[in-house]
């Protein structure tokens, strides 16, 4: 009997030690809850062949169903982003598979389930650059007795880029209206354009003067 007290009273300390290290390791495991839940991560193309873009509508966000078992974890669109390698991609629509492995910025602790979008599908254009007149748009007339002598735009021509489909359609650019109405002298004012379409932009300034040259009816030109 004094021999079975001894075994179990001998290295009491550790075997104290021991249990409650083990009732912790339980402890943590017992209480460990996985959450699944659904994030918004934005799509980021990398990688983009030079003298190509993007044109059309396109999703910019991928729903991702992710796990954790830190319930109070926070993971957002402003940590989890889904890249898109376009090195290989060429002109035409492009359909481009999308796993686990696109995903990037993943934390600690946190799983990704299943990506809600599996398959992009983009459409990629040549860019083309185009010289086009401007055109300078008028609002109102002059005041009795004045008229329109002669219009002016400096410069009269500008370059736009864009995607080719968007820029063989274009021939002019068309100013914000520069009001005249009720005029008496020459109106010179700097304008805004109206481009046609968002993806087609400007390149080199933007300060276009459109000058209104306005004198007596019947007077000389």
Do not use: C
Request: charged fraction near 20%.
């Amino acid at each position: 009997m004094s021999y079975l007290r001894s075994l179990v009273l001998r290295n009491s300390g550790l075997k104290v030690l021991s249990l409650l290290l083990a009732f912790l390791l339980w402890a943590q495991i017992a209480g460990r809850e996985e959450v699944q839940r659904i994030v918004s991560a934005p799509i980021v193309f990398t990688n983009m062949p030079a003298g190509l873009e993007i044109t059309g509508d396109f999703p910019t966000k991928v729903d991702i169903i992710i796990r954790s078992e830190r319930p109070g974890s926070q993971v957002g669109e402003n940590e989890l982003a889904v890249i898109v390698d376009l090195h290989a991609a060429k002109p035409g629509v492009q359909t481009i598979p999308l796993s686990e492995s696109n995903v990037a910025n993943k934390p600690l602790g946190v799983d990704i389930v299943n990506l809600l979008t599996s398959r992009l599908r983009i459409t990629l254009e040549r860019v083309e650059q185009r010289v086009v007149s401007i055109e300078a748009r008028l609002a109102g007339s002059p005041g009795p007795g004045f008229q329109i002598a002669g219009v002016t735009v400096q410069p009269a021509t500008l370059t736009v880029m864009g995607p080719e489909s968007r820029i063989r359609r274009i021939n002019s650019i068309v100013t914000e209206p520069v009001n005249i109405d009720g005029a008496s002298t020459t109106a010179r004012r700097p304008v805004y354009l109206h481009l046609p379409d968002p993806p087609v932009r400007l390149l080199g300034s933007q300060d276009v003067v459109v000058t209104v040259t306005i004198v007596a009816a019947g007077g000389k030109k």
